[in-house]
């Protein structure tokens, strides 16, 4: 029996693989990846039982990050969280486009912009203890959104500042760094770093690019709605 088990907490470790290397995300995959990994805990625990400095960090690690993820938190400086979405964002330029990505391997246009808010979240929020950008990183990951959605303020993620007839037209006086854009039809979001330039996952190029303005981005002469992350308001 102890066998099977063995066998089957191996192949738990490649779909664990599989399913953190797997470019494309949903509820279910999430669901699967979480099960996976309390599996693969559940099994390091079992088979290094007999180990004390196992038992220890198992045990032990499991009940400091639950406790700091459960952690109230403090405020925190919006410029440089800011900042450094904006740095996570620049990161994934040339990352191929796939419809429902969110990672390295493949990204879409609302997966771009979560994804940068995501790994800004965390880094910030492990590197300063600051539990509440950690809680906010991973409800951001759970709580999928597609452009449409971010454009509609979905689960107040998103503030709705002002709508443009486009890109082109825009003040870049009147935004900053971290905003997105999300088209008045809905199909398409990217977002601002600076200085006249933008990110976006573009479906026709098939990649993520860097786009100065003005251009002839046929994105970025659609009429838009200007969004800021609450989160960085």
């Given amino acids: 029996m ?4 063995f066998r089957t907490w191996v192949i738990l470790w490649l779909i664990t693989i599989v399913l953190v290397l797997f470019p494309i995300e949903n509820r279910l995959l999430r669901i699967g990846l979480i099960l996976s990994l309390l599996g693969l805990w559940i099994g390091c625990l079992y088979f290094g039982w007999r180990r004390l400095i196992i038992r220890l960090v198992l045990l032990l ?4 990050t639950v406790s700091f993820v459960l952690w109230p938190g403090r405020n925190f400086g919006t410029q440089h969280l800011r900042n450094e979405y904006v ?7 040339g990352t191929r486009y796939i419809w429902g990505g ?3 391997l493949g990204i879409d246009c609302s997966g771009l912009v979560r994804a940068g808010l995501i790994k800004a979240g965390l880094h910030q929020g492990f590197a300063t203890l600051n539990p509440r950008l ?3 990183a991973l409800s951001l990951w759970w709580n999928d959104s597609t452009a449409q959605a971010l454009g509609n303020e979905y689960r107040h993620q998103t503030k709705r500042l002002f709508t443009i007839g486009s890109i082109n037209e825009l003040d870049q006086n009147k935004i900053m760094p971290g905003d997105i854009v999300v088209t008045v039809s809905g199909v398409h979001v990217f977002a601002y770093l600076g200085g006249g330039n933008w990110i976006e996952a573009d479906p026709d190029l098939g990649k993520v690019v860097v786009v100065r303005t003005p251009t002839n981005n046929p994105w970025f002469q659609e009429p838009v709605q200007i969004l800021r992350w609450a989160l960085l308001e």
Avoid: I, Q
């Avoid at 102890?2 to 088990?5: E, Q, R, V």
């Fill in 134 to 136: 950690v809680r906010y």
């Fill in 61 to 64: 690690g499991t009940f400091v």
């Fill in 2 to 5: 102890k066998k099977l088990w």
């Fill in 87 to 93: 740095a996570s964002l620049r990161s994934y330029e």
């Fill in 102 to 104: 969110e990672g390295k």
